[in-house]
C-alpha cells in the first residue's frame, strides 16, 4: 500500500551514543500517561543491561527522560508492560546470566576481540558468578502509575506484557523456558501464582522454534497469539520466517493449531483497534529494512496485500520490535528500535536508538 499518505510523523524518543537502547513496551497508563519501557545497555549482547521507562502526557509528542525501574547485576535484557483493570502495571522482566562460552562461541567478526574478551572476563568474575540465583523471569508491580516499582517476583516472561481476560484472569504468553514452543500462562494476580495452562507447539522444531509471541483478546471473547518464527539455523533475513498464530476460544485453556501468516517479519505486536479491526505491527529486516504493519477484520485473516510500510529507510536488519497504541480514533504510535548506520556493512558504528512512527490506520 502506498504508505506516505498515512505518516504524520518521524520522531526520536531517545538517543544516546552511550547506550544501546532496544525492545521497548508501550501502554497507556490509568492517568493518561503514556507509558514507555525499554533496555538500555552497552551492545545488543553486552552482558548488564537495565529496564528504563519513560512517559508522556502528549500521547508522544514529548518524553520524560528515562528513569531506571529494574536493574540487577546480571542482565536484565527484555521487558513487557501490562494494565490491570484496577490502573496497576506490571512489567515482566527476563534476566540473562551469562556464561562465558556463549561469547566464546560467537562468529569471530560478530564483535571485536577486545569486547569479547571484556565481556567474557566479566562474566568470569566471582561477583558475577555469584549471581546465578537471578537468572530467569521476574514481574515488578506498580500502584503508582509507574513511578515506582515493588519488589521483583518470578513470573513468566513477556516480551511485549499480557492481557487481563474480561473474566479477570492474567494471560501471558511465553517462550524463554518452553523448548522452541510457546508457553501460556495465567495467575489471578500479576505476583502469582503463575500456572502454565496450555502450550502452542512449533509444528517443525528441527528446523525452526517459536519465540517472542504478543496475545490479544477480541470483541468476540476469542483470544489471540502471535508468533515469531526463527530458523535453527539462525538467519533473520529468510524469505521463510514468516509470523504463525493460534487461537483460542475458551480464556486460553486450549487452542487451535498454530498457521502461517502472510505476513514476513517479526516479531510481532497486537493492537485491537477502537473500531473492531486489529492491527499487528512488526519489524521487516530484509531490504528495505524497517517497520511493518498490517490489519485484519477478524484478528486470523490478514490483508498482506495492503501492508503499511510505517518506514524502509534503516541502514541494516538491526531494527524492529515496534509496539502500537491508539492514541485517538483512527491514529497510532509505533514505538521500536532502529540502528542508524551510515556504513551498512558495520552493524556495531552506531547504536540503536528508540523512535517512533505516528501514522493514520487506513479506512478509519
Request: hydrophobic share 35%; charged share 20%.
Amino acid at each position: 500500500m502506498p504508505s506516505d499518505r498515512l505518516i504524520i510523523r518521524h520522531a526520536t524518543v531517545f538517543r544516546d551514543p552511550a547506550y544501546y537502547c532496544a525492545w521497548p513496551a508501550l501502554v497507556r497508563a490509568a492517568d493518561g500517561d503514556l507509558l514507555l519501557a525499554f533496555i538500555r545497555t552497552e551492545h545488543h549482547m553486552y552482558p548488564d543491561g537495565a529496564v528504563v521507562t519513560m512517559r508522556s502526557r502528549d500521547n508522544g509528542a514529548t518524553w520524560s527522560e528515562p528513569v531506571v525501574a529494574f536493574d540487577t547485576p546480571i542482565d536484565d535484557r527484555e521487558c513487557g508492560l501490562t494494565l490491570m483493570p484496577d490502573g496497576r502495571i506490571a512489567i515482566h522482566v527476563w534476566s540473562t546470566f551469562w556464561q562465558a562460552e556463549h561469547f566464546t562461541c560467537l562468529p569471530f567478526d560478530a564483535y571485536p576481540p577486545e569486547l569479547i574478551r571484556a565481556w567474557v572476563k566479566q562474566v568470569s568474575a566471582p561477583a558475577y558468578r555469584a549471581e546465578a540465583a537471578r537468572h530467569g523471569g521476574w514481574i515488578i508491580v506498580s500502584n503508582d502509575h509507574g513511578r515506582t516499582w515493588s519488589t521483583p517476583v518470578r513470573g513468566p516472561d513477556s516480551v511485549h506484557g499480557g492481557i487481563v481476560l474480561r473474566n479477570g484472569t492474567l494471560l501471558t504468553a511465553g517462550y524463554r523456558n518452553d523448548g522452541g514452543h510457546i508457553g501460556i500462562y495465567t495467575a489471578p494476580a500479576p505476583v502469582g501464582p503463575w500456572t502454565k495452562t496450555a502450550e502452542v507447539r512449533c509444528p517443525t522444531p528441527t528446523t525452526h522454534h517459536f519465540g517472542e509471541p504478543h496475545v490479544a483478546q477480541l470483541p468476540s471473547g476469542r483470544v489471540i497469539v502471535m508468533i515469531r518464527y526463527t530458523a535453527r539455523q539462525y538467519d533473520d533475513r529468510r524469505p521463510d520466517l514468516h509470523l504463525w498464530e493460534s487461537f483460542s476460544d475458551d480464556n486460553g485453556q486450549t487452542w487451535s493449531p498454530p498457521f502461517r501468516t502472510p505476513l514476513l517479519g517479526f516479531p510481532p505486536h497486537l493492537t485491537v483497534l477502537r473500531d473492531g479491526r486489529v492491527l499487528c505491527t512488526y519489524g521487516y529486516r530484509r531490504a528495505p529494512f524497517g517497520e511493518r504493519a498490517a490489519l485484519s477484520p477478524d484478528g486470523v485473516t490478514w490483508d498482506a496485500a495492503n501492508e503499511i510500510v510505517l518506514r524502509d529507510d534503516n541502514g541494516n536488519h538491526d531494527l524492529g520490535y515496534p509496539a502500537s497504541i491508539e492514541v485517538s480514533p483512527g491514529t497510532i504510535l509505533s514505538v521500536y528500535y532502529q540502528k542508524p548506520a551510515f556504513n551498512p556493512a558495520d552493524i556495531h558504528e552506531h547504536k540503536a536508538c528508540i523512535m517512533s512512527t505516528l501514522w493514520r490506520v487506513p479506512g478509519a
